[in-house]
């Protein structure tokens, strides 16, 4: 069922972004010759409507858009006006980058309709007291301090607290800190939940752990509350947005240093996951629910369009490359360089890919 899940949002987030570069060209004048649901052979006609052919395609991977005269080598039967490589350069770069922005713009949507159903994430204190399901999540646990001496583990729930007859049951990470702290160096015992199952640690306060306060008695951790609280359909748009914008900013920050890394053979393959961890991914969040399948479709059509943005040839960014060179120098690219880059980059896409799947295989065996 995973693997299936895993298709329909594939093939979903593909042909968004080949709806991107449809209606784009479209809008531009150009002919657009077939709009097709997975890839060729073709299974069936779908429609024809004026000089475009909607089909459906037997390999169900995606989606396409064919765009008439996408290169020089096309025979244009007097139709050149109307060809992908006689219009101006900046508008063969917004048909080219038309993809990318759908799959943004997909993005903001999904998160927008995500916060309007409602699906845990980090609370304030306000809206902490609202959410009937809120949680104290173990966000971070210093290294050497009691809190890792005692095995407690990013992700943990904390679900209470206690020492002799005192007792932690709330879900504010600032009275959990408060609780702490008056305890002294006493052992405290911890009731936390570990992937659904239930344990009980004992923990230390002690001074100078706490780098911003080091006499206060602490055990070392970053606690925050998570919970499900619904934004309102009118507010839900403008924290899309920003929570589109931030996904974007980390995910750029995220392949730039990957790919940096790979160029530089330091890259720690550990960090990613290709389309076997992700197919797992998918799977686990249709189980958790609706909302957490639309939050991380959401941020897999962020990484496809930051992805196809890369200027690496048989990629969008690369052809906007190819675009941006033609421009400086007022002339197309000689087709046998074009043809070689090309095939090369594919190459590397390819490989890149073989050796993430490799790895994405030796963790589930390693497991």
Known sequence: MAVLIFIVVLVVLIVVHELGHFFAAKAAGMKV???????????????????????????????????????????????????????????????????????????????????????????????????????????????????????????????????GTDSFTDADSAA?????????????????????EAMELSATPKQGVAPSDPERYALGVGVGTVGTVPVSVMEAPIEGAKITWEVTKQTAVGLLGFFGSVFTLTADLSQVSGPVGIAGAVGSASETGFASLLSLTAIISVNL?????LPIPALDGGRLLFVAIEAIIRRPIPKGVAAAVNTAGFLFLILLMFVITASDIFKIVGT
């Open 176 to 196: 959990f800190t408060t609780f702490i702290a008056a305890q002294g160096e006493e052992p405290v015992t911890l009731s936390i939940e570990r992937n659904g």
């Open 305 to 309: 369009a930051l992805i196809n943005l």
């Open 33 to 163: 010759e077939e709009f097709g649901i997975g890839y060729p052979p073709r299974a069936m006609t779908i429609a024809k409507k004026g000089d475009t052919e909607y089909t459906l395609n037997w390999l169900p991977f995606g989606g396409f858009v064919k765009i008439f005269g996408e290169d020089e080598s096309e025979e244009t039967h007097g139709e050149k006006s109307r060809s992908f490589v006689s219009k101006p350069r900046i508008v063969q770069a917004g048909v080219l980058v038309a993809g990318i922005a759908m799959n943004l713009l997909f993005a903001w949507v999904l998160l927008s309709l995500t916060l309007a159903l409602g699906v845990p994430r980090a609370l304030s204190p306000e809206e902490a007291a609202l959410a009937p399901d809120a949680q104290l999540i173990i966000a971070n646990v210093l290294p050497g301090s009691p809190a890792e001496e005692a095995g407690l583990m990013r992700g943990d729930v904390l679900v209470g607290a206690t020492h």
